[in-house]
């Protein structure tokens, strides 16, 4: 799979092939589009072959069917991919397997052409891959400082939280040694009142200090991290079920685990300061490059980015 992905990232175009007789039915098909490929679908042309071996036009529709049901289950996109049925002339039979004659051809050989001519232009889609990849590494970038956010957010609502415990107490020792005071004249009661809330108040404090160091070490844990991720696209993930995001996740637990060892929580920006960037670069991904691949596609006639699978989708 290692290897499947990594050509696939180097690669412009990949043509995925369906046969008749298994039409994305098979386990290995669907760990690859749902896994290995995941975040590549732009790449993607989904392709038919063999239609020359269906015996009517009602085996070609039950087949043509269920390979749309496993790719809408597979790839999460909005519209079902376009999927192009073709054959090879060389290789056409004019009959099908049982002697009787198969379904006509014409539309088909379109077809091939098409995928012909997405062949040959490949080159010219090098521009509008290099912006779909810019859209997947900020949808990772977006990922991983939403997951900063809330753990900073996190940290400094224990920090705040345990600070303001031992303020408190601090301050109802000042409090309860004047009161003590007042009714027992002499320091020495109103000392020991005050002493000893104060010492409650320290002990309070170092406390506080020890959860935020184990806040601290749990974030080397796969488990804590997966639990984060959870809470910071609750809303996204509570609306539909996101495979995208479960699969960017996946490929950025890894190197998040790693940036928290190293990164402690407490050098994180501050909530607001982070909040702001995090608008800043949707804003990049929602709007301006966007019409990148539009201007892109003026260069370009023949680049429709509305047949493309969005990069952020992966």
Known sequence: ASGVRFFAEKADLILFFFDPDKPGTTAETISILTQTLAGLEYKLLIILNKVDLFQNIRDFAR????????????????????????????????VSEHGMP????????????????????????????????LIHAGRRLSMHARLCNTISLDYRKIQVKWMAISIGLI??????????????????????????????????????????????ENLKDYETLDQLFADTFRNELALQDRTDLNVMWSGLKETAQKTFTILKPKDIPNFFSMSRSIRKLEGLLDSDIPKLRRAISETNPKTDPKSRVDGAKG
């Open 63 to 94: 087949t043509y069917g269920t390979l749309s049901w496993n790719l809408s289950k597979a790839i999460r996109t909005k519209d079902i991919p376009h999927i192009f049925n073709i054959y090879l002339p060389e290789h056409r039979k004019s």
């Open 102 to 133: 198969g379904i006509p051809l014409k539309d088909f050989d379109i077809s091939r052409k098409e995928v012909i001519e997405e062949v040959r232009r490949t080159p010219t889609r090098r521009a509008d891959n290099v912006v779909s990849d």
């Open 171 to 216: 301050a109802s020792a000042a409090v309860s040694a004047w009161g003590a005071f007042q009714i027992w004249p002499g320091w020495e009661i109103a000392t020991g009142v005050g002493a000893t809330i104060t010492t409650i108040a320290i002990g309070t404090w170092f406390w506080g200090r020890r959860l935020l160091k184990i806040f601290s």
